[in-house]
């Protein structure tokens, strides 16, 4: 996984900042805290429309992230200054994803929104769910089982807005033909038909992925660009 992620940001930077939404706004164990003055500190660091991102939310995100590249991605030393405004702008995307689901009018039901936290492994015990561990860890991270939910309930909204973009990209009978004479120069002298089938189906599924992706970027870009983002990066 960790060297898909690799390949994928040299070629792809924009993909990092989708794996960075993921880690900002995803539950995890063991948060770190900051030791600023909190009196010092302004309580949103960036506002995105109706929304904004608060100092926590920010140094949250940013711990979790720190670790990711320490302790994942094995890296010695870390730029600060650029994991800053990675996490940051991976912020502000996740809001303007928020944005879009509220014009949507992404809806969240109860019933969905338990199934996404019993499946979470976080919270399972030999694997299954185990509601007095739920709270308990939920409660070691300085979490309400209402403040994760409400967090959950915005996840899934994103997680829907996204998909509902994703959707609108479909391949072309130019893409296509694309796909039939690639798969026929990887193939050519094959007779397993089985195998020259896997292959062709292999190379459309990437190509529409990277075109699902595509989408995503440049509908992402459009909705910053349109939206009113401001930025407090001397608190960064």
Do not use: C
Not at 2 to 31: C, D, N, Q, Y
Not at 60 to 86: G, I, S
Not at 90 to 119: C, F, Q, R, Y
Request: aromatic share 8%; net charge negative.
């Amino acid at each position: 996984m960790i060297r898909l992620i690799r390949e994928g940001s040299e070629k792809h930077p924009w993909i990092i900042k989708i794996i960075i939404i993921g880690i900002a706004v995803t539950f995890t164990i063991g948060m770190g805290w900051f030791g600023y003055d909190q009196a010092q500190q302004p309580n949103a660091i960036a506002s995105v429309g109706p929304y904004s991102v608060s100092l926590e939310e920010y140094r949250r995100a940013y711990t979790r992230m720190y670790r990711f590249y320490k302790e994942q991605m094995k890296q010695e030393e870390v730029d600060e200054e650029n994991l800053k405004q990675m996490v940051i702008d991976g912020l502000v995307d996740n809001k303007i994803w928020l944005m879009t689901a509220d014009d949507l009018e992404m809806d969240v039901s109860p019933e969905t929104l338990k199934k996404e936290i019993m499946e979470k492994k976080d919270f399972q015990q030999d694997g299954k769910f185990d509601p007095a561990y739920y709270h308990r860890l939920l409660a070691n991270n300085r979490y309400s089982p209402k403040q994760y939910e409400q967090q959950l309930t915005k996840d899934v909204q994103v997680r829907q807005a996204q998909m509902v973009v994703q959707d609108v990209a479909t391949l072309t009978p130019a893409e296509n033909q694309e796909i039939e004479e690639l798969a026929a120069r990887q193939t050519a002298g094959m007779e397993d038909q089985e195998e020259i089938e896997k292959i062709r189906t292999r190379i459309r599924v990437q190509l529409l992925f990277q075109k699902k992706q595509r989408a995503l970027k440049a509908f992402q870009a459009s909705m910053r660009n349109q939206a009113n983002v401001e930025i407090r990066k001397e608190f960064l």
